[in-house]
DNA sequence: TCCATTTGACCTTT
DNA sequence: AAAGGTCAAATGGA
């Protein structure tokens, strides 16, 4: 069905669509008797979906790129690192991707849906941090031999702000919330169930800003 | 019963 | 040795 467009631009235009939907939605609310808890909300709104496009958009780069860039926060890695030992380790630090950043309008949720199924692995305290780091993998690790992770970190600034480093790229081709038929059972159905809730959601909050 | 999360133990890297 | 990263048993929810 949407075999020419990937997953990712998939997503992505939804986002982009929801950005604009949150605009449009802004604009009508520009009127000075509507609540300014209104506008701020949508204002954050459509902040999370351009920050989700990006973020989308900065995945796509590294399926790209064959050597993924790497920049950590804490670590200068000012050494040759990039020249010697680049595919030998079986894991560094340095094979996580650069850091993207992630508003969480939705805190009550924790950290924003990426639209990838993550499988958590792990989680821990890090040294200075306020907040533990949690370690998630591709659901389809084993399934399909997926190997893309990520990290999720609160930020200790800004502790609405999630801080995710993405590693690998998905290998996997069943995508939750695209076509599923009806055979699939157990967790893909299941993942394809989870994206559609979420997206109907979405919806309803986009209605219940338009009719209040 | 199946699957995801939690969490302490263990392994790897620095 | 210490910190970061991963494993896997225990646990809990659907």
Redesign the pocket.
Known sequence: MEKTMGWEQNTLLNELAQGRDFTNMLRKHLHPSSSPETRQVLLDKILCSYDKALSLLNCSRFMVETKPRVR?L??PENDA?DNK?MFK????????SEQIRVCSAMSLEGPLDDGY?????????????NF??????C?HRYSQGCLA?K?VQRSDEDPTIFEV?Y?GRHACNQVPHLVATPKE???HY??KQQVEEKQKQSKEMLLSFETG
Do not use: F, M, V
């Not at 380790?89 to 996580?96: E, M």
């Not at 199924?117 to 941090?129: E, N, V």
């Not at 533990?132 to 993998?137: G, S, T």
């Open positions: 950590t804490g670590s690192s030992d380790k079986r894991k560094t630090s340095s094979g996580w199924c993550w499988r958590k692995y792990g989680q821990k305290d890090i040294l200075g941090s533990p780091r949690a370690y998630y993998r659901t992770g990290q480093k590693r059972k157990g967790n299941r993942e």
